[in-house]
């Protein structure tokens, strides 16, 4: 698991390589992250959008920009956390995904970006 705090945001992701929805003979590799963003902070936050960086040994690095997560743009009081799962398909059985998330205090409106830590997405066979 990878864990970055930032602006009292703690973001945790574990990642899975997807064995039954991947065909490595074709040059299929689906992976999925569940992320928990959790609110360590004293004042209630909103996530208003998402900026991922994915890198794939067989492709040039990606960049994903969009609202909010899988649909939604939750807001954390102090103390809440928001967990979600999400997906990302590769060429190859090797790659990383870091990003960051664009945040703001209800509070005052002031907006602050949060990291979201590297991670692997490794093929389990690749490393032997």
């Known amino acids: 698991m990878s864990t970055a705090v930032s602006h009292d945001i703690r973001v945790s992701v574990l990642s899975r390589f997807e064995a039954g929805q991947s065909d490595p003979n074709e040059g299929r590799f689906l992976f999925s ?17 998402r900026h991922w960086f994915i890198a794939d040994s067989l492709a040039p690095q990606a960049e994903v920009r969009g609202p909010g997560v899988v649909g939604a743009v939750p807001v954390l009081e102090p103390g809440e956390q928001f967990t979600y799962t999400s997906f990302c398909e590769l060429r190859s059985g090797m790659g990383r995904m870091h990003g960051i998330y664009h945040m ?25």
Do not use: K
Request: net charge negative; charged share 25%.
């Open 33 to 49: 992250y569940r992320i928990t963003i959790a609110n360590r902070g004293q004042r209630t936050v909103q996530l208003l959008r």
């Open 104 to 128: 703001r205090h209800l509070d005052d409106e002031s907006e602050f970006e949060v990291a979201i830590p590297s991670f692997d997405l490794q093929f389990p066979y690749v490393a032997n």
